[in-house]
């Protein structure tokens, strides 16, 4: 059980899309904008955990026109996030387009290769209690979520602290725009390990 709980934090601390985007949302957005997104991530991610116990995640990855729209979409959804918070301490007009969400996050832990890996990982290997796969998949859960929990305040938190830091404006923005620059390195990461 220790080495599964060494392995969840490892693998949820990692900068992933969830992460960084989380990070940058707080930075950008504040704290009550980071806490929605956050809670999308959040129903998102036990979403990816649900497809990956009942077998459906396996089922939709192993067709190749599936596993490829998903890699499109979340490369595209990686950019359009990177685009919005590398913009949001400028004078561009994102005034009116609205900030990521509960619906943004949702959509970014569906279309989010990394999720799927990590989950399947996690759910498919550890074993650590062999007579009774319910209670140990039941036990894998709540320490999932209670570790994912805990590092994406911690993110968030961070992200949040930057913004309250009252930078100038061009370090605020050239922190946003760093924040972007990861999310689009994850995005090209993630199609290239695809294309290998």
């Not at 036990?46 to 979409?73: E, F, H, K, Q, W």
């Not at 989010?112 to 498919?124: E, H």
């Not at 602290?161 to 994850?186: D, G, W, Y």
Request: proline share 4%.
């Amino acid at each position: 059980m220790i080495t599964f709980v060494l392995a969840v934090s490892l693998l949820i601390m990692s900068p992933g899309p969830g992460v960084l985007s989380l990070a940058g949302v707080g930075a950008a957005f504040g704290w009550r904008q980071g806490l929605k997104y956050l809670s999308g991530l959040f129903f998102g991610t036990n979403l990816v955990c649900l497809a990956v116990i009942s077998g459906l995640a396996a089922v939709m990855v192993a067709d190749p026109t599936v596993r490829t729209v998903l890699l499109i979409a979340s490369t595209v959804y990686l950019c359009y996030l990177a685009f919005r918070i590398a913009y949001a301490g400028s004078k561009i007009a994102f005034i009116h387009t609205p900030r990521p969400g509960f619906i943004s996050g949702l959509t970014l832990q569906f279309i989010n290769p990394k999720a799927y890996a990590v989950n399947t990982t996690l759910f498919s290997g550890f074993a650590f209690y062999p007579d009774s796969l319910i209670i140990e998949t039941s036990l894998k859960l709540i320490m999932v979520n209670l570790i994912w929990i805990f590092v994406h305040l911690l993110w968030l938190y961070a992200g949040v602290k930057v913004n309250r830091l009252e930078l100038p404006h061009s370090t605020q923005k050239n922190i946003n725009i760093f924040m972007a620059i990861c999310l689009v390195a994850v995005a090209i990461l993630s199609v290239w390990s695809m294309m290998r």
